[in-house]
């Protein structure tokens, strides 16, 4: 990553975050954000993740700390997110989606759309107990310790209590290409239309989408933006004759793999935090995570 992907420009990014006349000198921006790369890409809690740059040369090397310098101390991680919010990590994602469109891992010729579950950091079961009866439907809401949670639906016997990331996938790469976290009681075609101009914002658009049957319903809206709505249809609908509607929808479960990938190493599927604005810069951290590690793949020369 350090000799192929130049995180430089962070620095100058986030330079309205800080008054550099004011309170000791804060560790580089960059340096802080190489750290929470490497607390996505290892999975680490906040101490554990200093602890081993602290310790491990390599993790000291490639966040750029010598030998003799000071590590930050765990709670400055926290401190840095929220100095940053929301904004700027949207933009820092936002420019190395452009970083990979500009080396030509991005096709504007399909996008897919999705939703992934993230489970509140509750115990829910724990809530149970103040349960009053089979009817009380209140018992979570009057307990929660995340009161920004909400209850979602995959089905009508399968539900959890959280979060919801809707995500933009280039069908070429898999590199993510917009993401939003809300709370988990959205349908998720209520994602598609923001997600759509955020990628348009981000990369100029793409051609053709596809997704499930759950974000049926935008045809009009995907047609002003010059996009052809391949969503999937539901059975006891219409389907478009058009070729490239079938072979969309062959390629619609490869975002499924990208879910699998950041529950399986980075935890996509776990809250780290109470409220949706820090979930959803966790969120944002792995599918940085996943675009750079695509990013690097393609720029490093392959071995002999």
Same mark, same amino acid.
């Given at each position: 990553l350090?000799k192929t992907?130049?995180?430089?420009?962070?620095? !100058?990014?986030?330079?309205?975050?800080?008054?550099?006349?004011?309170?000791?000198?804060?560790?580089? &921006?960059?340096?802080?954000?190489?750290?929470?790369?490497l607390q996505?890409l290892?999975d680490?809690?906040?101490?554990k993740v200093?602890?081993?740059?602290?310790?491990n040369?390599?993790?000291?090397?490639?966040?750029?700390?010598?030998?003799?310098?000071?590590t930050?101390?765990?709670?400055?991680? !926290?401190?840095?997110?929220?100095?940053?919010?929301?904004n700027?990590?949207?933009?820092?994602?936002?420019q190395?989606?452009?970083?990979?469109?500009?080396?030509?891992?991005?096709?504007?010729?399909?996008?897919?759309?999705?939703?992934?579950?993230?489970?509140?950091?509750?115990d829910?079961?724990?809530?149970?107990?103040?349960?009053?009866?089979?009817?009380d439907?209140?018992?979570?809401?009057?307990?929660?310790?995340?009161?920004?949670?909400?209850?979602?639906?995959?089905?009508?016997?399968?539900?959890?209590?959280?979060y919801k990331?809707?995500?933009?996938?280039?069908?070429?790469?898999?590199?993510?290409?917009?993401v939003?976290?809300t709370t988990?009681?959205?349908?998720?075609v209520?994602?598609?239309?923001?997600?759509?101009?955020?990628?348009?914002?981000t990369?100029? !658009?793409?051609?053709?989408?596809?997704?499930?049957?759950?974000?049926? !319903?935008?045809?009009?809206?995907?047609?002003?933006?010059g996009?052809t709505?391949?969503?999937?249809?539901?059975?006891n609908?219409?389907? &478009?004759?058009?070729?490239?509607?079938?072979?969309?929808k062959?390629?619609?479960?490869s975002?499924?793999?990208k879910?699998?990938?950041?529950?399986?190493?980075?935890?996509?599927?776990?809250?780290?935090?109470?409220?949706?604005?820090k979930?959803h810069?966790?969120?944002?951290?792995?599918y940085?995570?996943?675009?750079l590690?695509?990013l690097?793949?393609f720029?490093? &020369?392959a071995?002999?």
């Open positions: 350090n992907v130049d995180l430089s420009f962070i620095e !100058g990014l986030v330079k309205d975050c800080y008054t550099p006349d004011n309170g000791r000198n804060s560790y580089n &921006p960059v340096i802080m954000f190489k750290i929470l790369f996505t290892y680490k809690s906040d101490r200093t602890e081993a740059v602290d310790t040369i390599l993790f000291r090397h490639f966040v750029g700390l010598s030998l003799d310098d000071e930050p101390h765990w709670t400055l991680l !926290g401190k840095f997110k929220e100095r940053l919010g929301e700027k990590f949207n933009q820092i994602f936002n190395i989606v452009k970083l990979s469109q500009q080396e030509g891992l991005l096709n504007d010729k399909l996008r897919i759309i999705d939703c992934s579950a993230i489970k509140a950091k509750v829910v079961f724990r809530l149970k107990k103040d349960k009053q009866d089979d009817n439907q209140e018992y979570i809401d009057r307990n929660t310790p995340d009161p920004e949670a909400s209850i979602g639906h995959k089905s009508k016997n399968k539900s959890w209590y959280g990331t809707g995500i933009i996938l280039d069908a070429q790469s898999e590199i993510a290409t917009a939003e976290t988990a009681s959205p349908h998720d209520n994602h598609l239309e923001s997600l759509v101009e955020k990628d348009i914002q990369t100029g !658009g793409f051609k053709r989408l596809t997704g499930d049957k759950g974000f049926v !319903g935008k045809t009009e809206f995907l047609k002003e933006k996009i709505d391949n969503i999937i249809r539901k059975d609908m219409e389907q &478009p004759k058009r070729q490239s509607y079938q072979k969309d062959q390629q619609r479960p975002i499924e793999h879910f699998a990938e950041g529950k399986n190493y980075h935890r996509l599927g776990k809250a780290k935090h109470w409220g949706r604005l979930v810069i966790q969120s944002l951290l792995v940085l995570t996943m675009n590690k695509k690097v793949n720029l490093l &020369p071995p002999a």
